[in-house]
């Protein structure tokens, strides 16, 4: 086994051993397909008002422009999938927001990963990201062979389907590279298009991100939602997971073994009333280490005027 494959080996056996179920790795570099995709969806003005989409462009399109000298690109994937579901009828939480923030728990895992190969391969410079900074992780994904963009706009795994984080380790060492992900295997399948309430997603695998339950639910910081939307949101008050519910690949789904990922007990407890009741003292002090806490207490209110739950 020569230096490279050793390396290689200690990179996927670190990533196992913290827990993530994929590991691959793909040869850092300018992305230009994705470059000029990126580039329309802008311009057409898909994401909304979410205008931190339009920042860094240059990063996002180029992991040696966020890590210097970056010659390798590290995906993983963490399984977010529950044990157990929110009661009928109440307001629906998407599932990645069941637990703790992922941002914080993936974030430290990322730097206890970089840690570890620092101390088993030698000096390495690199930085770890998780869905907060300037990465196209889902390309990046791809690309190291962990699965294909379905048509609902997420990495689908063929064994595991979609219900999982991506985190991306970018790092200044060669390793031996993955193939990429060639296959489709959406096929002729259009359950999640024609399960979109807000037909946020459209035929050609581009997602209008400012029709997306969850950009209404999260992103937006309006004091109030369009009218036009309202009967549309199925009753999901943070977030939304109608595309990854009726995918057929996530009959693979299994409950994930992260303890930090555990349901927030209240999430699955918590009556319609309860949610309407709930005072911004007690928001605060439940979800404080939840991702709920992005929308902040009003947000969270809004969204419950406006779906009107049973």
């Keep these: 086994m020569n230096l490279l494959q050793k390396n290689t080996q200690i990179v996927k056996q670190k990533a196992a051993a913290l827990g993530f179920h994929y590991c691959g790795i793909a040869k850092a570099g300018f992305l230009d397909e994705d470059a000029r995709r990126l580039e329309t969806w802008l311009n057409q003005n898909l994401h909304g008002k979410m205008q931190y989409m339009e920042n860094h462009f240059d990063m996002r399109v180029d992991p040696r422009k966020l890590v210097p000298g970056a010659k390798s690109v590290i995906t993983v994937l963490k399984n977010y999938y529950p044990e157990k579901q929110q009661l009928p009828n109440t307001p629906h939480i998407a599932k990645y927001a069941y637990g703790k923030d992922y941002h914080e728990v993936i974030r430290a895992q990322?730097?206890?990963?970089?840690?570890?190969?620092?101390?088993?391969?030698?000096?390495?410079?690199?930085?770890?990201?998780?869905?907060?900074?300037?990465?196209?992780?889902?390309?990046?994904?791809?690309?190291?062979?962990?699965?294909?963009?379905?048509?609902?706009?997420?990495?689908?795994?063929?064994?595991?389907?979609?219900?999982?984080?991506?985190?991306?380790?970018?790092?200044?060492?060669?390793?031996?590279?993955?193939?990429?992900?060639?296959?489709?295997?959406?096929?002729?399948?259009?359950?999640?298009?024609?399960?979109?309430?807000?037909?946020?997603?459209?035929?050609?695998?581009?997602?209008?991100?400012?029709?997306?339950?969850?950009?209404?639910?999260?992103?937006?910081?309006?004091a109030l939602i369009s009218e036009e939307m309202k009967g549309k949101f199925k009753n999901w008050m943070f977030g939304c997971d109608i595309c990854q519910d009726v995918c057929p690949w996530n009959r693979f789904s299994k409950p994930n073994k992260e303890e930090a990922f555990k349901a927030i007990p209240e999430i699955l407890s918590y009556t319609n009333q309860e949610w309407k009741s709930i005072s911004e003292e007690a928001f605060k002090n439940v979800f404080r280490d939840s991702p709920l806490k992005r929308t902040k207490f009003e947000g969270i209110k809004r969204n419950l005027l406006f779906i009107e739950t049973i």
């Design 110 to 222: 990322l730097k206890d990963f970089l840690e570890i190969l620092n101390s088993e391969i030698g000096e390495i410079s690199g930085r770890g990201f998780v869905d907060s900074a300037p990465v196209l992780e889902r390309t990046w994904a791809v690309k190291t062979g962990a699965g294909w963009i379905g048509k609902n706009g997420n990495l689908i795994n063929k064994e595991s389907g979609s219900f999982y984080f991506i985190a991306t380790l970018i790092v200044d060492i060669e390793l031996e590279y993955d193939d990429p992900f060639a296959k489709d295997y959406c096929g002729s399948c259009s359950k999640c298009i024609d399960s979109c309430p807000t037909e946020a997603i459209q035929p050609n695998k581009q997602i209008n991100g400012s029709k997306c339950i969850s950009y209404f639910t999260i992103e937006l910081k309006d």
